[in-house]
């Protein structure tokens, strides 16, 4: 069965510094993976995806995330985090038609 | 472009009671899919709908059903409420069958207590 993992319920970062959260992935066959962002009273917001190729993925409001099919991971990054990132971020994979979501990681980014 | 919509914003319900949530779908967009959020968990796929049929259903019970209009809008209907039950629900549209090209974009949801 296609399932991610979300290792860490909360990330703390210091507003400027590099933030990195953590996504493992287990499937059977290619597996393609999704990040979506989530702020209180809204839906999901799509950031990213891997399907193929290149294993560095750039994605929307500065966020990148790195395939990596060695260690199994699809980890979340972004260079210099902002206050305004603090929100809830989900990683998800497709399973046929259907996305299987982590349970997702609550980041804050502190002034 | 108008986006995914979903009403109500919230509701309260009771045990035993029924409900309806709506969700219309972005413009140009033929598939709806549902997923249920509970507090402190991602979003659990509850069924899709392409085209008036549904197509593909997760591990929820009976009790969770649902419509999709020739406009593409679509209900989701929960009857014989738990508490259980209490939980955000998604709504997502896609342009066809959600996959790795389609991509599902999502509404703001319907909180729902269930007391």
């Known amino acids: 069965a296609q399932s991610v993992a979300q290792p860490e319920d909360q990330v703390k970062v210091a507003e400027g510094n590099p933030l990195t959260v953590k996504c493992t992935y287990s499937?059977?066959?290619?597996?393609?993976l999704f990040w979506y962002v989530q702020y209180p009273n809204r839906g999901l917001q799509f950031l990213l995806k891997?399907?193929?190729?290149?294993?560095l993925v750039k994605g929307s409001y500065g966020f990148e995330a790195e395939f990596n099919k060695s260690q199994t991971s699809f980890h979340l990054k972004k260079p210099s985090a902002l206050v305004s990132d603090s929100a809830l971020y989900f990683c998800?994979?497709?399973?046929?038609?259907?996305?299987?979501f982590g349970t997702g990681t609550r980041l804050q980014v502190f002034p | 472009e108008t986006g995914v919509t979903q009403s109500p914003t919230h509701l309260i319900k009771t045990r035993g009671q029924q409900v309806t949530l709506r969700c219309s779908s972005q413009?140009?967009?033929?598939?709806v899919s549902w997923y249920q959020q509970a507090l402190g968990q991602g979003p659990q796929f509850i069924f899709q709908?392409?085209?008036?049929?549904?197509?593909g259903r997760g591990n929820f019970p009976p009790r969770f059903s649902g419509l999709q209009f020739p406009n593409y809008s679509s209900e989701l209907n929960v009857n014989a409420l738990e508490l259980d039950d209490s939980a955000l629900y998604l709504c997502?549209?896609?342009?066809?069958?959600?996959?790795?090209?389609?991509?599902?974009?999502f509404g703001p949801g319907t909180r729902l207590t269930v007391l």
């Open positions: 891997y399907i193929t190729g290149d294993n």
């Open positions: 413009s140009g967009h033929n598939t």
């Open positions: 997502a549209s896609s342009a066809g069958l959600a996959g790795i090209y389609n991509e599902q974009f």
């Open positions: 709908y392409y085209r008036e049929e549904e197509n």
């Open positions: 998800a994979v497709l399973n046929t038609d259907k996305l299987i």
């Open positions: 499937v059977s066959g290619n597996p393609y």
